[in-house]
């Protein structure tokens, strides 16, 4: 099946650091995305991994995927106030239009 | 570079009254196109998904319907709205060679009253 869960809220002071968490249930999952939605705005794509990785790293943004236990972060480094947002992960599958199946969201909130 | 847009940005419609949303993409050629709905819970909800002209995938039952009338547009259609298709609206695009990474539009918010 295809379920995907995260924290629904998170405190962060500013330059601090804020790791996002997020479960997931199918293991044929190829990529694994993060999203960034800013208030009444579309996603925007932050970064992605590919499943057969554990890390990747883009400026202040650090990706862990751990695949055995279906478990995948977004660390984000020295945290500002333009971070705060909602974060989606997402989880893509072949075959079928290759359908994203996306998280709840966490709202960050970066607090001065 | 590849944009995608969608438009109105928002919308304010009475129960019962018909809808069209558009959303249409540049720079690039036969791509998938997606349409979410948002709700005020904040999850994303696939509606339709098109991997080409005039091919439209029903996500979930509903009272919406699609429709692809060109490569680079996709249209979320209503004959007549209810109060709960009320939401925010999201067009997405994939290119069909890449990665699967898709790109969101700007999102029209839908009020029906």
């Known amino acids: 099946g295809e379920d995907v869960e995260q924290s629904l809220f998170l405190s962060v002071r500013e330059g601090d650091s804020s790791v996002i968490n997020c479960t997931y249930t199918d293991s044929s999952s190829t990529y694994l995305y993060w999203y960034k939605q800013e208030p009444g705005a579309g996603l925007q794509l932050l970064t992605y991994?590919?499943?057969?990785?554990d890390m990747k790293q883009d400026q202040r943004l650090t990706v862990l995927l751990n695949k055995k236990d279906k478990h995948l972060s977004l660390r984000i480094a020295d945290t500002q106030t333009g971070d705060s947002a909602i974060y989606f992960c997402a989880e893509s599958m072949k075959g079928g239009g290759n359908k994203l199946t996306f998280g709840t969201g966490t709202q960050l909130k970066v607090e001065l | 570079s590849q944009t995608i847009h969608q438009w109105p940005a928002t919308l304010v419609q009475p129960v019962g009254s018909p809808l069209s949303l558009e959303c249409t993409v540049e720079g690039t050629s036969n791509p998938n196109l997606y349409w979410y709905r948002q709700a005020a819970g904040r999850g994303l909800q696939l509606l339709f998904y098109s991997v080409g002209i005039g091919q439209i995938s029903s996500e979930v039952p509903q009272n919406l319907s699609a429709s692809r009338p060109q490569d680079r547009q996709f249209i979320l259609s209503s004959k007549k709205l209810l109060l709960s298709d009320s939401g925010f609206y999201l067009c997405?695009?994939?290119?069909?060679?890449?990665?699967?990474?898709?790109?969101f539009g700007p999102g029209t918010r839908l009020l029906v009253l």
């Open positions: 991994i590919f499943s057969n990785m």
């Open positions: 997405a695009w994939r290119e069909l060679a890449g990665k699967e990474t898709q790109y």
